[in-house]
């Protein structure tokens, strides 16, 4: 077996080879071998409850028995193929769209990515979901309605769009490419230049996007900055430290980003990670950060590590608090497809800050607006973020926006953010 990458967070390293004869026999030496990886890396491992591995039928139902939780909810299994695909490729197979339900229990699709089938017809964030193969959803039965994450799988969908016109389409799962960055912008207020996007992962794929935009800024000249972290899940810690770089520019350059504590077992590969310089960072004192209780793990990372350096400022409702890392082992035998994904370390900044599982506060807060468009100035969160930094007063229809929450799956899932 072998650890394969830090997501928030993951790495590489060679662990444990493994081989079996029997179909029936690698079963239960799979879950033997992931039970002892978990006594050996888990963060958890002394309170971990002590079970017969070969009592459960995968290595999914094992680490499930296993999780210590609280205050573990994120530790899960999935493929190899999968895990690789979304991390190295950007990819997943589904529809290509963030979805979740408001207080009045309506379905409303939050983002539509680039290449979904959905943008190809014309669907955007606001249009609300009606009907799944004819049954109307809810927060119990959605996952079930949307199907194995299997390309062909067609669903049909009844919609309203956000003129309030009915239309019925079937989409077909395919594998979807994502685009992170989901909208970008730079707004002018008199002799003040506000960059303001909204990032949804951090992936490989992500760099580049942050790069083409945070060099837009850098040319237009940007002296405030709003990042949109509402349904960032998180991703990659090297991805993450770019952004913060990318904000923190020479004022954090060389210092420390984030450090790594694991178990007693594993003390040794503590470390820390600092920031470093990048072609377009900006020259920043303060930053606007846009959050929800979907902004996990690599996105409190960068809120976390940027915050000994600058004014930080929260706008919207608490994160997630995710304050802790995991590590991705797969077995070097390429007929097991398995990928382990347990909690390996925490995570702390500078000022050696850290363990917030009850999610970072928000110095701001305000409602996901999901029926307006992003970059409309009047939607609640941006306008929120707008009204603190003193540009544009606050709008009274913040008021009457219901309270939206968006869906996330288990595991990769709930990385991936999307449907």
Known sequence: ???????????????????????????????????????????????????????????????????????????????????????????????GFGSGFNSDDELIISFVFKNSPLSSAGITRGWQILSIDGQTPTRENFSSLM???????????????????????????????????????????????????????????????????????????????????????????????????????????????????????????????????????LPLSKVVFITTGSSASASELVINGLKPFMDVVLVGDKTHGKPVGMYTFVFNDPSIDWAIVPICFTMRNANNEGDFFSGIPVNVPAVDDVRTPFGNINESSLNASLSYLGLVEKSAKSISVSEFKPIVGKGLKAEIGAW
Request: charged share 20%; hydrophobic share 35%; net charge negative.
């Open 1 to 95: 077996m072998k650890k394969l990458r830090v997501l928030f967070l993951f790495s590489l390293v060679v662990m444990l080879v493994y081989s079996c004869d029997k179909e029936t026999e690698e079963k239960v030496d799979v879950n033997k071998e992931v039970y002892k990886l978990m006594k050996d890396y888990y963060l958890w491992y002394k309170d971990m409850p002590s079970v017969d591995p070969r009592n459960y039928s995968s290595p999914v139902e094992l680490v499930e028995a296993l999780k210590v939780n609280p205050p573990d909810k994120w530790s899960y299994v999935t493929t190899k193929q999968e895990l690789e695909a979304y991390y190295n490729q950007g990819a997943y197979v589904g529809f």
């Open 147 to 281: 199907g194995p994450s299997q390309a062909g799988v067609n669903k049909t969908f009844g919609l309203k769009s956000p003129q309030g016109t009915n239309h019925e389409y079937t989409f077909t799962k395919a594998e979807i490419s994502m685009n992170t960055v989901l909208f970008d912008s730079v707004y002018v207020f008199g002799s003040t230049k506000v960059g303001y996007f909204v990032l949804e992962s951090f992936i490989e794929n992500t760099v580049e996007e942050l790069n083409t935009v945070f060099a837009k800024f850098k040319s237009a000249g940007i002296n405030e900055l709003i990042v949109d972290l509402r349904y960032n899940g998180g991703g990659q810690v090297d991805v993450s430290k770019h952004l913060a770089s990318l904000i923190g520019g020479s004022i954090a350059y060389g210092k420390i980003f984030a450090k790594s504590y694991h178990n007693d077992k594993h003390s040794y590969s503590d470390s820390y990670i600092v920031f470093t310089t990048e072609a377009n960072s």
